[in-house]
């Protein structure tokens, strides 16, 4: 590890990674902020504007407070994308020796997610999911003749690999992104109990709402929970991994279709490089093979990155916006308690319940969908941009 981290490629390559990502997050969080207050403060009924978010912000905090919780999401999101795309590479360097290793990682997916959903009990679901490993061993044990020779990766396993690397992405940066949500939330969770007034039995609604019978009639203040010592000492260790139902969803497609977009994107424009070659390269429709063609230019591979990511934010919004949403209530770990003890059964359809939609946000799930396509296209550009200009720059020096 010593003569690692002494390497001066290894240095390069990371400080170039870990520059590019503060500058696209520094850039792009001024638009994950009002993407933020959108989703949280509208309702049905209406949507929030930009111009009303600047409004509302301004009176509460000034400008400064648009970049609320810039801190979490920076730290968050360095471990978040570095396992996004470190996962993706491990798993497609895989892939071109032993392929059917993929199916046997999202074996292990589609069962945590299973037992998850079967059982609130955290030990039953570890105890289910660590059964599921051995199986997965299996399936790569007999499959693992079958390798490829040739140095490509297909769309189809560049989705799989994204697929779980969104998976692992979600698992370790959902506390900061808790964090920063209620930071740029703030008081703005106190909309969510205008839903209250459209139900025609009142008992229903407060069994949604638990706080409502604790004598206050208010839920408690995202303004006031937003450490990470009052989040634990009021709603306990598990509400720094709340809606991860969600963001597992969200993040397992928007990964998915991110990486499968953007491997189908560098292979057209491989193939469209290749069209006036003389002799064409050997192979190139079957195998994929590169070298005859020579890499392609950064600029075009950064632009296809943005265009893949917003493409994947379109895709798994709905579910950012039920994340969003469901990190902004407050729920006391002693209802958490009861509604264990109670078997308390989540409200909704069977796919909502499954991926964590509440019933009363079906009409808002697309809000604020323009803003996070453009933070994500943007962000994803400069990141991938950025990084190979400073590693142009850092290992040529």
Sequence with gaps: MGELLKNHAFAAHA?????????????????????????????????????QVFDRVRALSGYSGLYSGFGCLAFGRILGVGTRFGTYEILAAFCKGLFFILYAVI??????????????????????????????????????????????????????????????ESLSSSPFELMKTRAQALNHSAGLLSTLTKYPNMIDALKEYPWMMTGSGRAPSVSNVRRTSDIISLEGWGALWRGLRSGVVRDSIFGGIFFSSWQFLHRAMLEWNAVNMDPPPSFLLFFGFAEEIGPLSPLYVSLAAGFSGSIAAAASHCF?????????????????????????????????????IHPTDRNILFHGIGLRMARSGIASFMLVGGYFWAVDHLVSR
């Excluded at 520059?19 to 403060?41: C, E, F, N, P, R």
């Excluded at 693992?144 to 040739?150: P, T, V």
């Excluded at 949403?325 to 909704?348: A, H």
Aim: proline share 2%; glycine share 6%.
């Design 15 to 51: 400080i170039a990674a870990a520059g590019s990502h503060m500058l696209s997050t520094a850039l792009t969080y001024l638009l994950d902020t009002v993407k933020t207050l959108i989703q949280v403060g509208s309702d049905s009924s209406k949507q929030l504007t930009t111009v």
């Design 107 to 168: 074996y292990v997916a589609i069962a945590y997610i299973r037992a998850l959903l079967a059982s609130g009990n955290h030990a039953n679901w570890i105890l289910q999911t660590t059964l599921s490993v051995p199986m997965s061993m299996v399936v790569c044990a007999c499959f693992c003749a079958y390798g490829r020779e040739d140095d490509h990766v297909y769309v189809s396993e560049a989705l799989m690999a994204g697929v779980a690397a969104g998976f692992l």
């Design 320 to 356: 950012d916006t039920a994340r969003t949403r469901s990190q902004c209530i407050v729920l006391p770990k002693y209802i958490s308690m009861e509604r264990r003890l109670l078997k308390w059964t989540l409200p909704g359809k069977r796919f909502e319940r499954f991926t964590g």
